[in-house]
C-alpha cells in the first residue's frame, strides 16, 4: 500500500484530468495544496481578491468550455469569492471551488475566521443556494470520491459550480493511493440526452406548418457548444433568430435572419417579430425578466396565444416563466442534430424567407442609420455609440469582448455586432458588477491567440482594480476599455427620471464631478495605459494596445446617456405607476 498526502493526490487528480489553471488566493488553509502545486504542470493563478479569481475562472471556462476550478481559504476568502461563484450558477458555468476550512478537530471551539455564530463547522452551508451542491469533507478517505464527484455534477446535466470544503489538517493526512487511482477510471465523457426520431418529426412539422415561426435562443447554446447545429437548421428553412442577452452571438449578427436580442433592451422591430410569431421553438433559455420584458404580454412574448415548443437541459426551466405547449427536456447540440437530420429529410431542398430577410435589412438599414450620428461624433466626452462603433471596427470578428454591467452591457447587447458564438462574455444572470475586468483574465488564458477587450463602466471597474496586479504578474495581455461617466450611470438615469435626483448614484467631491485617475493608477500597477482627452483619439490608442500585446488601459470620458429601450421593466411601474417613464440623461 501506497501513501501520499490528500494535497498532493489532489494536485496529481487535477494533472491527470488536464487541469492548466487554478484560480486563487491563499490563506492558511489551503497552503499544502499550493506547495503541491510548485512543481505541477497546474498553473496557479495568483490574484488580489477571491472575487477576481470566481470571476476569471468562469472566464475560463466559457471560454475553454471545461470546468474552471476555484482554490479559496476559509471564512472571508469564501465569502470574498461568493459574489463571483453565484455569479456563475446563475449563468450555468462548470465551476469547481475548493475551500479550505478550519481544523476538523476544532469543530465547536471557534478557531480563528471561521464564520460560526450560530452553527459549528458549516461555512459549506453558505453557499448551498446557489452551487448545484456543497460539500464537507468528514474523512480523508472520503475526499477522492467527493472532488470526483464534484467535477461530474459541476458539468453534467445543467452546468454550474459546486463547492467542497476541505478542513486543512485533511489536506495534510497520507491516504492510500488507491483510493484516487480508483475514481480516476470514471469516464466523464457521459452520452448526453437528444430527442426521438419521432418527436423531431412533431417538432419540424410544426415549424413547418406554422405561418410566422421564430426560433428564440439563449446562453444554453453557447454551454452547448452547438452554434454550427443551430446556424445549419436557420439556414435551412429559412426561419428568423432572435436571442437573449446570454444568446448574443449565436448566430451573427450579419446573419440575414438574425433579429437581435429581445426585451427591455431589445428594439420594437425584434419585439414585435417575436410577440407576432404563431410559433416559437425556444432553445436553451430561461426567458429571464429582462429578454421577456418582465413578461408583459403586450411587449416581446405573447404566449400562450404564441405557441411555445421550448427544448432546455434542464427541466425545471420549462413552463417556469411561459406555458409550454411542447416541453422536452434534451441536450440543445444533441438536439439540434437531429433536427436537422429530420429537417433535411422532410425538405429536402429547404425553404427560403425572402420576405424575413427583406424586413430585416430594411430595419437594420434603419436601426442603424439613426446611430451612425452618433458613432462618427466627435463630441467630448465621448458618445457610447461612438466608443462602441470605435472598439468593433479596431478588432477582428473572433476577438472576445466582456462586459460588465451598464451601457457597456446592455448597449452591446444591443448595438454591437458580434459574428462568432462565444465572443461576448456577459454577466447575464446576475449582473455582477466586476465581472468583465476579471473575466477578460480567465478568457485570454484559455484562448491565448486572440484579442481580449473588457468594456466596463468605471463604477465597474472600480470595484477590483486590483485586477491589474494579476494581469502584471502573470502576463495576461488583455485590455480594459473604461467607459468613464463618473457614476453608476444606468442607476443615475433611473434615480433622476422618477425621483428628479442622482442621489447616492454619481461620483463627486465638493459638488463637483470627480473620477480617479485610472490612467495613473494603471501605471501603478505596471500597466500601460492612455487617458483619452479627445474623441480621435480613441481608435488608434486601442490600435496602439492592440499591437502592443501586453496588459493596457484606456481610460474614456463617456457622456452619461441611457441605452435607447423599446421593451418594458416592471420597476418603471414601481417607480412611477400609470407613467411612460424609463431613464434620463445625467
Known sequence: MTKKYVSEQLVDYLEYNNVENIFGLCGHTNIAVLAALENSS???IDVRHEQIAAHAADGYARVKKETSVVLSHLGPGLTNAATGVANASLDSIPMVVIAGDVPSHYYGKHPHQEVNLHADASQYEIYKPFVKRAWRVDRP?????????????????RPGPV???????????????ELFDRVKQNNKNLTKPSISDAKARQVIERLLDAENPVFYVGGGIMLADAADELRELVDHLGIPVAYSL????????????TLGMTGFWGTKFINDTCRDADLILAL???????????WYPEYTFNIPETKLIHIDI????????????????????????????VAKEMVP??????????????YREEFFGKIQKNQKSDAFPLRPERILGDVRAALPEDAYITTDVGWNKNGVGQQFPAYKAGTILTPGGYATMGFGSSAALGAKLADPGRIVVSMIGDGGFGQNPSVMATAVSENIPVIWVVMNNSSYGTIAGLEKSHFDTTYGTVFQRDGKSYSPDFAQIAKGYGVDSVKITKAEEFKPALEEAIQSNKPFLLDVSMLNEPVPTDGHWNIMDIYSPGKNVTHSSV
Open 314 to 341: 434542464d427541466s425545471k426551466e420549462l413552463g417556469r416563466n411561459y406555458p409550454v405547449d411542447l416541453g422536452i427536456v434534451a441536450d440543445i447540440k444533441e438536439a439540434l442534430t437531429e433536427l436537422t437530420r
Open 163 to 177: 463547492l467542497v470544503s476541505v478542513p486543512m489538517d485533511i489536506f495534510s493526512t497520507e491516504i492510500d493511493t
Open 246 to 257: 446570454m444568446g448574443k452571438g449565436a448566430v451573427s449578427d450579419e446573419h440575414p435572419l
Open 141 to 157: 478517505d472520503l475526499f477522492p470520491e467527493i472532488i470526483d464527484k464534484a467535477f461530474s455534477l459541476a458539468q453534467s446535466g
Open 284 to 294: 436553451g433559455t430561461r426567458f429571464s425578466e429582462a429578454d421577456s420584458s418582465s
Open 349 to 362: 431542398k429547404g425553404r427560403k424567407n425572402n420576405k424575413m430577410e427583406e424586413a430585416i435589412a430594411s
Open 42 to 44: 497546474v498553473n496557479f
